[in-house]
């Protein structure tokens, strides 16, 4: 199973961006439970969005109400919408699945002030 991150780069404050999160060696069901975690410069990894069944999600109170986590399993993707970006959702954004088994390779958001 390879999980391919995608979407990352820089952006002004208040931006958006969208990251998208391939899997591939495995079919998502609408079962699959899949995660964003990100890791900023000096600080541990932190989960902050998961998606499970059709559309059942969580997210951590830093980014809830302007992170969406969606998936299309049709494609075998995830996505995350990030919208209203602030400096401090500068680091490297982690997919993570199916069910917590594998993690895809990064991608850096840079958010410039």
Known sequence: ????ASGGG????????RLSCAVSGTIMSVTT???WYRQAPGKQREIIATIRGGSMTNY???VKGRFTI???NTKNTVYLQMNSLK???TAVYYCNGP???YWGQ???VTVSS
């Open 10 to 17: 820089l952006v002004q404050a208040g931006g958006s961006l």
């Open 106 to 108: 990064g991608t850096q």
């Open 1 to 4: 199973v390879q999980l391919q």
């Open 70 to 72: 969606s998936r299309d």
């Open 33 to 35: 439970m899949m995660h």
């Open 87 to 89: 400096p401090e959702d």
């Open 99 to 101: 069910n917590g088994l």
């Open 60 to 62: 951590a109170d830093s």
